[in-house]
């Protein structure tokens, strides 16, 4: 163990739970997991290891996801899963840490201090907050304290956070509950009625980013798609287009676009303009999805980017804000 205490900060998602130690980096990056088995209320596994036992257990044995479009769904299991986490990071010494942890912009007062007092009892001295799409843009290395609007998209896996900053504070911001997660059940459901196949959210996920795309172009990539038969049961496998993907979560990314468009309208005219020159800036897993930059710059008229790591400029961002945890601190009190 670590002899002297570190600062932590935590990418807390709904999808994956990443973590950030000053002077060093992200040092964890594993799903947001947890294996636990139902008779006793034992926690088996988590992270990465209790996500390779997902559809793989004895009836027992139960996997998790104790967050839930960006909050808390299970209190007990979050709280042990971060606990196991920040001491895996190997940050514990003889002080216990303090910890900036990233929420979404649209969570209730209720749900922030159900964050904070799950990092306190999981082992941090201090809890500090701050909101994921100023976390996102920082990570980004857009200039988020200057007198010139920025704009964020960050699709994580259960919330989709909107904002445009600037001299340090959000002007205007949408918080959905539409993103990583939603696109996966909208391909589940899309199979299930439209090729007659039963998938897991895993097999939704690879194709989602194999063949999943927002905006129609000349290519029409193919995958085969392994599941069960709706009617008999049976392993199937079928050939999926790109085109039925991309007809699949056209309703979400729909929902994505209209908080890009309700956040700039509610954005002061000389930001706007800012923006206009400076673009969008994409970030989070949804980010990677095919052709969501080129849509949304269609739709818009405004350049729309993807930041160079996409998957990191959450945790990356929260963790620069270790360096002004005190302002944050004093902020919540």
């Known amino acids: 163990m670590g002899i002297l205490t570190k600062d ?81 990071a190997d940050v514990v010494g003889i002080m216990k840490p303090r910890v900036v942890v990233c929420i979404p912009s649209g969570i209730t007062e209720v749900e922030r201090r159900a964050v904070e007092e799950a990092v306190i009892q999981a082992g941090a001295k201090e809890v500090a907050l701050i909101e994921e799409p100023m976390a996102a843009a920082i990570g980004a290395g857009l200039p988020v304290n200057r007198a010139t609007g920025s704009m964020i998209m960050d699709i994580g896996g259960g919330t989709t956070e909107v904002a445009v900053i600037s001299m340090g504070g959000i002007v205007s911001s949408r918080s959905i509950r539409v993103a990583g997660d939603a696109l996966d059940n909208a391909i589940i459901n899309y199979l299930k009625k439209n090729a007659g196949i039963n998938v897991g959210d895993k097999m939704a996920e690879e194709i989602k980013f194999e063949i999943g795309s927002a905006y129609e172009d000349d290519d029409e990539a193919l995958f085969d798609v392994r599941g069960r038969d709706v009617q008999t049961g049976l392993p199937k496998t079928v050939q999926i287009k790109e085109s039925q993907i991309r007809e699949a979560m056209r309703e979400n990314i729909g929902e994505m676009l209209e908080a890009v468009k309700l956040t700039l309208e509610h954005t002061p005219p000389e930001l706007a303009a800012d923006v206009m020159e400076r673009g969008i800036m994409l970030t989070g897993g949804g980010a990677l999805i095919k052709g969501l930059d080129r849509l949304l710059t269609s739709v818009t008229k405004i350049p729309a980017y993807v930041a160079e790591y996409p998957l990191d400029c959450v945790a990356v961002g929260t963790g620069k804000a270790l360096d002004n945890i005190k302002e944050l601190l004093a902020r919540r009190k």
């Open 8 to 88: 932590v900060a935590i990418d807390l998602g709904t999808a994956n739970t990443l973590i950030y130690v000053k002077g060093k980096g992200v040092v964890i990056r594993e799903p947001s997991v947890v294996a636990v088995d139902r008779y006793t209320g034992k926690i088996v596994a988590v992270g990465s290891e209790a996500n390779h036992m997902i559809g793989r257990t004895p009836d027992n044995i139960i996997a998790v996801r104790p967050m839930k479009d960006g909050v808390i769904a299970d209190f007990d299991i979050t709280q042990a899963m971060i606990k196991h986490f920040i001491r895996k």
